[in-house]
């Protein structure tokens, strides 16, 4: 996973994504529903009113949703 050191960097970087593999090992060893995680970052984005990223989260959860991946923990 590769680490962002400033705010500056983030926004100059665009918004950020785990790749697929670190996803799931993050599922593996914490446990998380990916669905959920999404649904969170869509609200706080709304909350905030990071209209940008909202749209991006929402199209994420859905594509996961249509995907039929397994987005609960490997158990």
Do not use: H, W
Not at 29 to 44: G, Q, S, Y
Not at 68 to 75: G, L, M, V
Request: charged letters at 35%; aromatic letters at 6%; a positive charge.
């Amino acid at each position: 996973m590769n680490g962002i050191s400033s705010a500056k960097e983030q926004r100059d970087g665009g918004i950020k994504l785990l790749c697929p593999i670190c996803q799931r090992k993050l599922q593996y060893n914490i446990e998380f529903d990916a669905t959920e995680r999404f649904d969170k970052l869509l609200e706080a984005c709304m909350k905030l009113g990071l209209e940008e990223e909202a749209n991006f989260y929402r199209k994420i959860k859905e594509d996961l949703v249509k995907s039929a991946i397994k987005a609960r923990p490997i158990t």
